[in-house]
């Protein structure tokens, strides 16, 4: 039988408000009548109705993270860092998947504001129209973006520095020698993704004696960064170096080399972005540019319960974490034609 307030109220002999006011921790209830409600609770078994309470307060003590794709593992470590923080707080995550799909997206975001959440966290990276930015402008709870930068609605964002992150590994495979670099992303529209390729380029065209860098673009998933590298590996076989954009591309590059025969690192270098857990474990052991995801994730929702807490109308906060490049086995140096031919003259004039 489901105990109530009314329960309560007389196995403690008080009277339901007072009961009420014990049970919520308000101010005015004396120490020791608050202790006998409380000790008649537990003896009952009784369980508040958080929803009930949630429609009088105006608070669930529940968060939205919304993520576009959670068999990406990038997420999985973002989402830890979020869902830790908010446990720490007494918060309740509830996970939503948008399958980058900008409708799904919406209705996800219409449907944990009907279910009275505090705040929304969105790693989504389906494209928001003017629209639904207004609509979520004035939704009435705070919105943190994550992996998306600053912009002129009142959102909270947490991002790496996307751009030094394309930077480094640009500069990294030009000081390797290489002189043919891919970059494979993904559509247009995606904030971190430009920025990467952004950061990049400008490595690259900086760079001596460059080919101009190619830039293929598809889905940023496994399934695409195989298609995207068999294209490559098929068209433009001068390539010496790709700069994945994420590294569920560069994996998908590994797959599509052993299925073509092309070595890596030997014939084409390679290099990541995220630094998933994977990265050391697939063979050759990806090169990559290190985001710290569980710490974007916490302090996503250490943000949002800032805001929460002082009201949706203060100002919006903004942090960048810092990204390194983490040297493994898929890159080597690529040496002019002319410095492999006196190399291969050095060792036969050692052999005579």
Known sequence: MKITLKDIAKEAAVNVSTASRALSGAYGVHADTREKVLAAAQRLGYRPNLM???????????????VSDIRNPYFSEVARGAEDAAF????????CNSDLNPAKQIRYVRSLLEKNVDGILMNSVAAL??????????????????????GKYPFSTVLADNYQGGRQAGEYLVGLGHRAIAHLTGHRGHGNFADRCRGFLD??????????PLVIRGEHTL?????????????????????????????????????????IPDDVSLVGFDNLEYCALVHPALTTIHQPKYEIGRAA???????????VDTIPEHQVFGV????????????????????????????V
């Open 223 to 263: 399934r695409g960064g195989c298609e995207m590298a068999r294209k490559l590996f098929s068209q433009h076989p001068e390539v010496t170096a790709i700069f994945a954009a994420n590294d569920v591309i560069g994996f998908g590059v590994l797959e599509a080399a052993a299925e073509m025969n092309r070595s």
């Open 324 to 351: 390194t490049l983490i040297e493994r086995q898929s890159c080597c140096k690529r040496f002019p034609i002319s410095a492999q031919l006196e190399a291969a003259k050095a060792q036969a004039l050692e052999k």
């Open 203 to 212: 490595a690259v065209q900086a760079g001596e004696g460059m080919a101009p």
């Open 88 to 95: 720490a707080a007494s918060f309740d995550l509830i996970l």
């Open 129 to 150: 129209s003017a629209e639904q930015c207004a609509e979520l402008a004035v939704c009435g709870v705070p919105v943190t973006l994550l992996n998306k930068p600053a």
């Open 52 to 66: 009930a309470r949630g429609l009088v307060t105006g608070r669930s003590h529940s968060i939205g993270l919304l």
């Open 301 to 311: 929702v250490e943000i949002l319960l800032r805001r929460i807490r002082a009201g």
